[in-house]
């Protein structure tokens, strides 16, 4: 919408007389003087003023009370307004700020392949999303956009914030702002969320670009395979508590983040959103320090720590990424510590294929029968052994043997309920077509020894009668 059009509405908002409101409700002289009615002025063009950026009088009442309580301020740019807040932190959460330049061992495990800005933490941007919903979708509003930067040895964090709909352009176009200057980004599940939602957000201003990312990191990925086998859970504030240590209280509920801010809007009391922001904060603290141990283990998991499920992440996260050397070594350490049987067993079979690629069949063989037995894995070792003996080391006898074995382990785990239903019948299927594969071939061979044995008797028999 061009200036004269946007200055011609304006014009005509301070011209029209209030609209009509129910009795007892303040209103203004003029509208009282009119006995009530609404020109065809007001009808056509107060919707259309009220949605200009900026120029809205929907503002809830409660705004400037709520910025009083924050210690916020009213931003503006070329699209309007909105409620800004800006806070240091000394630390992120019991966690310093990564070295001026990280290690390419921790960065290619993170993300190999990404653009040089990601080896400087100062052109990294935290982001962090309060939303009017959360299952995403082009009807859900970030209406809280906070991010943070490493500055002077702290935290910097910042805060848009949307005290109705039609300031989106604005706090949007403040965003924009802040990831030009720091073109990496970094969430915890913001690649399937945050990020997503933020793009469709963008686009459907039609005026406001998407910015560039030079790379997004999610440490949600990588916290996954360090921590969700010990904590089970994988949510933030969990991975607080129990990984860095610090406990961030009384917290909000996420799913009631929504109604809260909708509340606001109606008309309610601004005191309940305090909390939001403060856990937004939280959040954007607790990605950081996050981030700082996982980059401190991904670099030297060996000496920074002594937990059996960190190093058992590690090393799968070393497999993925094609170190088999180093994730051999990590295997190896967290076998040796504290490992429940079933995650032990996991590292053992990484181990046994890891030997079996590389040929080391004696290292192999030995790490499939120490997993013998009930389990997924331990099936899959049967079945293992019984490939290198069939093909290996040409001892058809020993493989039958060995699919017995699995069938008759199947059974007992059958009738103890220890085997779920599909994966019995699929293991099941495979162990009783390999052994009737190698039944035929050991009749075969069979056959043609004892064809051989009387072949090689018929000339001892015919010297014997002449």
């Not at 497999?319 to 051999?328: F, K, N, P, S, Y």
């Not at 997993?371 to 290996?392: C, P």
């Amino acid at each position: 919408m061009s200036v004269t059009t946007q200055d011609r509405f304006a014009r005509l908002k301070a011209l029209r007389r209030p609209l009509p409101v129910a009795a007892g409700s303040s209103i203004g002289a003029d509208s009282a003087g009119t006995g009530g009615k609404v020109s065809t002025t007001d009808r056509i063009y107060a919707p259309l003023v009220d949605s200009l950026p900026g120029t809205s009088a929907d503002v809830p009442e409660g705004a400037e009370r709520l910025a009083q309580i924050l210690g916020a301020g009213v931003k503006k740019n070329k699209f309007g307004e909105h409620l800004g807040l800006r806070r240091w932190f000394a630390d992120a959460i019991d966690c310093a700020p990564p070295e001026q330049h990280l290690g390419s061992a921790a960065l290619a495990l993170l993300a190999p392949d990404s653009a040089d800005e990601i080896a400087d933490p100062s052109q990294w941007l935290f982001l962090d999303t309060e939303t009017t919903g959360l299952s995403g979708g082009s009807g859900t509003y970030a209406f809280l956009t906070g991010i943070a930067w490493w500055d002077a040895g702290g935290l910097e964090v910042e805060q848009f914030f949307m005290r109705e709909h039609s300031e989106e352009h604005s706090v949007l176009e403040a965003l924009a702002e802040r990831i030009a200057e720091r073109p990496v980004l970094v969430t915890f599940n913001g690649k399937s969320f945050d990020w997503p939602l933020l793009e469709t957000r963008f686009r459907m201003t039609r005026k406001i670009s998407v910015p560039s990312l030079r790379a997004h990191l999610d440490f949600l990925h990588p916290a996954r395979n360090l921590w969700r086998l010990r904590l089970g859970s994988v949510r933030l504030a969990e991975l607080e508590r129990h990984v860095l240590g610090w406990n961030r209280g009384t917290d909000v509920m996420s799913e009631l983040i929504p109604s809260m801010y909708f509340d606001f809007l109606r008309g309610g009391p601004p005191e309940p959103l305090v909390p939001i922001f403060h856990h937004n904060q939280m959040d954007l603290r607790g990605l950081a320090g996050l981030s700082s141990r996982v980059l401190s283990l991904l670099a030297n998991a060996e000496t920074e720590s002594k937990d059996a499920f960190e190093l058992f992440g590690v090393s799968r996260i070393c497999e993925r990424r094609g170190e088999a050397a180093r994730a051999r070594i990590l295997f190896q350490q967290s076998i040796a510590g504290d490992l429940p049987i079933e995650t032990e067993r996991a590292a053992r079979r990484s181990l046994a294929l890891m030997a079996k690629r590389e040929g080391d069949f004696p290292r192999a063989l030995g790490l499939w029968e120490s997993m013998l037995g009930g389990s997924r894995e331990g099936f899959e070792a049967y079945e293992q052994m019984a490939i290198y003996y069939e093909r290996h080391a040409k001892e058809p006898h020993t493989a039958a043997a060995l699919a017995k074995e699995a069938l008759a382990e199947l059974r007992r785990a059958d009738r103890a309920g220890a085997a779920a239903a599909s994966l019995h019948r699929r293991t099941r299927a495979r162990f009783e077509h390999r052994l009737a594969r190698l039944e035929r071939r050991l009749r075969k061979m069979a056959g043609r020894g004892l064809l051989e044995a009387m072949v090689a008797e018929s000339p001892a028999r015919a010297g014997e009668s002449k």
